[in-house]
């Protein structure tokens, strides 16, 4: 059974612009979460979505947005990039996101570098 | 708000001592709670998954417990190996849909 997957592995972008990641969680899981990693903070929960609903939402200015499409792979968003959201972003599919035996499986990550 | 602590931030052993590292968490309403290795600049590894309902969780030399009610989680490595260095993270699962809380990790050296 293949592994989560993201891509692009690595960015390099300047202030201002905008970015979108990509994510396809493993078969016939349906939750996919988004998490923000950085040397000061640690692992931030951005955001996560099942059944292409966002069911919840870390604290992450507006800036920040996502989606998850019919097939559960997910893209996220970023908007008017600044320098401190140069960060290794994860994403972490399961089978449902909640309760039980719903072991999360994460990516390999994107790393973003903004100038 | 859940808080998770891991102590030590940092453990240095020789090839073939027993690693123990602690993890401490201030909301006992969990649901499971994970364990993952990262190796520098990678993705997280799951190494146990541990339900609430469980007091350990074994996976080759690798045993996880839990203690839900005073917020503690110890994974146990035996006989380590300098393969196994890396961070370690515990994640406790509560309510929240999808969203794991993340200690800062207890960093790793094994020395051949």
């Known amino acids: 059974k293949a592994g989560v997957t993201q891509t692009p592995r690595y960015l390099i972008k300047t202030r201002g612009q905008q970015v979108t990641l990509s994510c396809s969680p493993i078969?016939?899981?349906?939750?996919v979460s988004w998490y923000q990693q950085t040397p000061g903070q640690g692992l931030q929960f951005l955001f996560e979505?099942?059944?292409?609903?966002?069911?919840n939402k870390g604290n992450f200015p507006g800036r920040f947005s996502g989606r998850q499409f019919s097939n559960s792979r997910s893209e996220m968003n970023v908007s008017t990039l600044e320098l401190g959201d140069s960060a290794l972003y994860l994403c972490?599919?399961?089978?449902?996101?909640?309760?039980?035996?719903?072991?999360?499986?994460f990516g390999p990550g994107t790393r973003l570098t903004v100038l | 708000k859940q808080e998770v602590t891991q102590i030590p931030a940092a453990l240095s052993v020789p090839e073939g001592e027993n690693l123990v590292l602690n993890c401490s968490f201030t909301?006992?309403?969990?649901?499971?709670l994970q364990w993952f290795r990262q190796d520098p600049g990678k993705g997280l590894t799951s190494l146990l998954l541990?339900?609430?309902?469980?007091r350990e969780q074994t996976s080759g030399r690798l045993n996880a417990s839990l203690d839900k009610s005073s917020g503690r989680s110890t994974l146990y490595i035996a006989a380590s190996q300098p393969g196994d260095s890396a961070t370690y993270l515990c994640?406790?699962?509560?309510?929240?849909?999808?969203?794991?809380?993340f200690g800062a990790g207890t960093q790793v050296v094994v020395t051949p």
């Open positions: 979505y099942f059944s292409e609903t966002q069911r």
């Open positions: 909301d006992s309403a969990i649901y499971n």
């Open positions: 972490a599919s399961s089978y449902s996101g909640g309760a039980g035996n719903n072991e999360q499986f």
């Open positions: 541990i339900q609430s309902s469980q």
């Open positions: 078969s016939g899981h349906r939750s």
């Open positions: 994640a406790p699962k509560g309510n929240s849909w999808g969203k794991l809380q």
